[in-house]
């Protein structure tokens, strides 16, 4: 097989629409800040509620998904992986590494229907530990940024969650919450469906996806957040907070969705 089959993948268009929804959702926080008063705390409960979005996408995307072994790159993957073993591929590596594709390829129907049946595991365990993380998340956000320990109740942490989600859309974030979701739901129509990415990625791998994000966004949000509330959340300084968010999001967004295009989720 010619090497040009290890190394032709598509890319991520700089300018896309789901891109630019991204952008625009997030304009709405920034006008928030800048002309309607919104707080520290204001900022970052609506960024929080973005997690719960993507959290609920992440479910719907485990349950489209289908891989497909002639999408994913299999190929590529594998030789990667001999490379990165040995300082270079073998003819003899190659080969066997082709034969187990071609393998997959040829049981791709059994391999499909496995597939489909480990989503009964696997989409329950992930609303349960995302639901929990992001429950959690929601707590130490509310408690150390907004003073508000009304949601620590004896029913456990999970029933905090719709008085959390309520609060997001009782205190003004309604429209920018409805913003975030349409970003997402564009971008979930765009780059799952229309562009094939539920063909080359697993259950499993999606159920891992949103962590990255979140760990990486949050830990430099609240950071940030911390220090402004400190100094009495200057209205530039929650400016910043904001674009630095859009920058962020961006760069993890066209990163996450080339890895995805080219059948490695991340």
């Known amino acids: 097989m010619p090497d040009s089959s290890f190394t032709d993948s598509p890319q991520v268009r700089l300018i896309s629409l789901p891109g630019i929804m991204l952008v625009a959702a997030n304009l709405i926080p920034l006008l928030g800040v800048v002309a309607w008063g919104w707080s520290t705390f204001d900022v970052v409960v609506l960024y ?63 391999l499909g229907c496995f597939h489909h049946a480990s989503k009964l595991f696997f989409i329950p365990f992930f609303t349960v530990h995302y639901g929990l993380f992001t429950t959690v998340h929601g707590m130490f956000v509310f408690a150390m940024l907004g003073k508000d320990e009304s949601f620590f109740g004896p029913g456990g942490p999970f029933d905090a969650l719709p008085g959390m989600v309520e609060k997001v859309f009782s205190e003004g974030g309604g ?57 009495g959340s200057p209205i530039f300084l929650l400016v910043i907070l904001v674009v630095g968010k859009i920058g962020i999001d961006l760069g993890l967004h066209f990163r996450s969705h080339r890895k995805m295009q080219q059948g490695r989720a991340s």
Request: charged residues 20%; proline residues 3%; neutral net charge.
């Open 48 to 110: 929080w509620f973005e997690n719960v979005i993507i959290g609920v996408l992440n479910i719907l995307k485990m349950l489209v998904s289908s891989p497909d072994a002639g999408q994913m790159n299999l190929e590529q993957r594998l030789r990667d992986r001999v490379e990165a073993r040995g300082g270079g591929a073998s003819p003899e590596q190659v080969e066997a590494a082709e034969r187990l594709v071609a393998g997959v390829g040829e049981n791709q129907g059994k």
């Open 175 to 231: 429209l920018a919450a409805l913003a975030l979701l349409v970003s997402h739901l564009v971008s979930f129509v765009f780059n799952f469906l229309i562009k094939g990415e539920f063909r080359r990625v697993t259950t499993p791998q999606l159920m891992f996806a949103p962590y990255g994000r979140v760990v990486v966004l949050h830990i430099a949000i609240l950071g940030g957040a911390f220090a402004i509330q400190a100094l």
